[in-house]
């Protein structure tokens, strides 16, 4: 089983950044790509961004386009999202997750197999 660890978040003013990261550790299977989910309290999760492995192409959600970045370290096998000009719309808990196969895109939650736990992002106004 693959387990995925996200850090980084915490509390910021808006106008502000934070980096999150996320570790992947547990057996070993193959990865097609990797995404960053947000879910505020009473809202669905939304994709944020995604990263394929290999090539490391990168889709982000229009909301974030131009201000977050996706990034991943193949070696170190983790993926990182810097977010800058956070605004309190951007306040959420935020997943990562992992795809072993395409075939679905990378908006979807079902796309992936396995998920962190979640790190909160604050922002105040």
């Not at 960053?36 to 492995?53: L, N």
């Not at 939650?109 to 909160?120: E, K, L, M, S």
């Amino acid at each position: 089983q693959v387990q995925l660890v996200e850090s980084g978040g915490g509390s910021v003013q808006a106008g502000g950044s934070l980096r999150l990261s996320c570790s992947a550790s547990g057996r070993s299977f193959s990865t097609y790509a990797k995404g960053w989910f947000r879910q505020a309290p009473g809202k669905e999760r939304e994709f944020v961004a995604a990263i394929t492995w290999s090539y490391g192409s990168t889709y982000y959600a229009d909301s974030v386009k131009g201000r977050f970045t996706i990034s991943r370290d193949i070696a170190k096998n983790t993926v990182d999202l810097q977010m800058n000009s956070l605004n309190p719309e951007d306040m959420a808990v935020y997943y990562c997750a992992g795809m072993r196969n395409a075939g679905l895109g990378f908006r979807s939650p079902r796309a992936y197999n396995y998920w962190g736990q979640g790190t909160q992002v604050t922002v105040s106004s």
